[in-house]
């Protein structure tokens, strides 16, 4: 089965903590790896991709196809880094398009 | 551009009654996508258009739904003889380069449908 997982719904940490989170996949294929973030409010919108090699507000994510999993990171949280934070999977499967989000991980950063 | 717009941002329907929601995607941007996202759980993918031709439909878009881009603009998602399960956000999304998987998808601020 193609899927994403998240498997925290919500992960705190106290503002200049390190952050991780999980995002492991299942996909037959070399998907595209993305994160989006939403904040309270505002729209989903990506925050970075694997093709793009980018860290983006302090985040990065590395690939490791051996484990499948595409794990958001950031050395430092900041309280405006607190947001719902999806990770997702594009590709072609069977001559299918697919886009698969996971169910998302919410973010508290505590001051 | 003030980025993709979706109308309304909220409706309440009775069970059994046709809704359609409107997503006008940025200008420029030759893909538009639908998804549906209820509540604890990421978007689901619904369908997408490449400028009129709708591509992909996924087995989530029962018969009872219709999305349609006429003019490679606009879309328009119906959804005939509402049921309570229908009740979610639904979010539209446009995008535009030279390959679809790796494209930044641009979100609407959503349509929230509930269904009595």
């Known amino acids: 089965a193609q899927r994403v997982t998240q498997p925290e719904k919500l992960l705190s940490v106290f503002k200049g903590a390190p952050v991780e989170l999980k995002c492991n996949y299942s996909y037959s294929g070399s998907p595209e790896l993305f994160w989006y973030v939403q904040y309270s409010r505002q729209r989903l919108q990506l925050l970075l991709r694997h093709i793009s090699r980018e860290s983006i507000k302090g985040f990065t994510a590395d690939l490791n196809k051996g484990e499948t999993s595409f794990h958001l990171k950031k050395p430092f949280a900041q309280e405006e880094d607190s947001a719902m934070y999806y990770c997702?999977?594009?590709?072609?499967?069977?001559?299918?398009?697919?886009?698969?989000f996971g169910t998302g991980t919410r973010l508290k950063v505590l001051a | 551009d003030t980025g993709v717009s979706q109308d309304p941002r909220h409706k309440i329907t009775k069970r059994g009654q046709n809704v359609t929601f409107r997503c006008d995607p940025i200008?420029?941007?030759?893909?538009l996508y639908w998804y549906r996202q209820t509540l604890g759980q990421g978007p689901e993918f619904l369908t997408y258009f490449q400028n009129e031709a709708q591509l992909e439909k996924s087995r989530l878009l029962s018969d009872r739904f219709s999305a349609e881009r006429p003019k490679g603009s606009f879309s328009t998602l119906e959804i005939q003889r509402t049921e309570q399960g229908d009740s979610a956000m639904y979010l539209c999304?446009?995008?535009?380069?030279?390959?679809?998987?790796?494209?930044?998808?641009?979100f609407g601020p959503g349509t929230r449908l509930l269904v009595l």
């Open positions: 999304a446009s995008s535009s380069g030279p390959s679809l998987t790796i494209e930044t998808q641009y």
């Open positions: 200008s420029e941007h030759n893909r």
């Open positions: 997702a999977l594009s590709g072609f499967n069977s001559g299918t398009y697919k886009y698969i």
